[in-house]
């Protein structure tokens, strides 16, 4: 028993470092991606978001996956139809799990998609799961995955309910 306090007494600064370590760059991803990302979606600014994304993208969404990054031009429309059509959009979300590195980022979490027109405001709802590579000293999206399903259950406002979106 005695050599099991002496490893924990050993182990408990390395574990807490690490979290440390963790904690900062999860901070850095913060400013880096996650603030221009919501402020580009806020703004319906599609180069602003497509920029926050690695040359060679797998995104992945209940349509198929896109690997020759067709979603980047469908950003651009979305975004410009919506801009044309007086569509104002705000997004919120909020982390489940965040595990990281010095190099990577594994990021799982709910968004709430607000979009109003002409005072009238829907709801989208759905669960990401990104990856994040640290590419020549800049943190870049290089995988995206979302759904609006989990086990055949529709992801609503009581699922996103369960945590307070995060806030920069």
């Known amino acids: 028993m ?3 306090f002496i490893l924990l007494f050993f182990l408990i600064p390395f574990y807490t470092i690490a979290q440390t370590d963790s904690t900062a760059i999860q901070n850095e991803i913060n400013d880096i991606v996650w603030k221009p990302f919501k402020q580009a ?4 600014d599609a180069a602003a978001l497509n920029a926050l994304y690695a040359n060679e993208v797998l995104r992945v969404t209940p349509d198929g996956i896109d690997t020759e990054e067709l979603f980047k031009t469908k950003n651009i429309k979305r975004f410009k139809e919506s801009s044309s059509a007086g569509v104002s959009i705000v997004l919120d979300f909020w982390f489940d799990s965040r595990h990281t590195n010095k190099r990577y ?10 979009a109003t027109l ?3 405001t829907t709801y989208n709802y ?3 799961h990104i990856v994040l590579q640290k590419i020549n000293g800049q943190w ?3 995988q995206d995955w979302d759904t609006t399903t989990i086990n055949g259950h529709t992801i609503s406002k009581i699922d996103f309910g369960k945590q307070k979106p995060i806030t920069f």
């Open 140 to 142: 870049k999206i290089t």
């Open 105 to 114: 980022s594994y990021e799982v979490g709910f968004y709430r998609i607000a």
């Open 118 to 120: 002409n005072g009238k």
């Open 41 to 44: 979606f806020s703004k319906l």
């Open 2 to 4: 005695r050599s099991f």
């Open 126 to 128: 759905g669960q990401f």
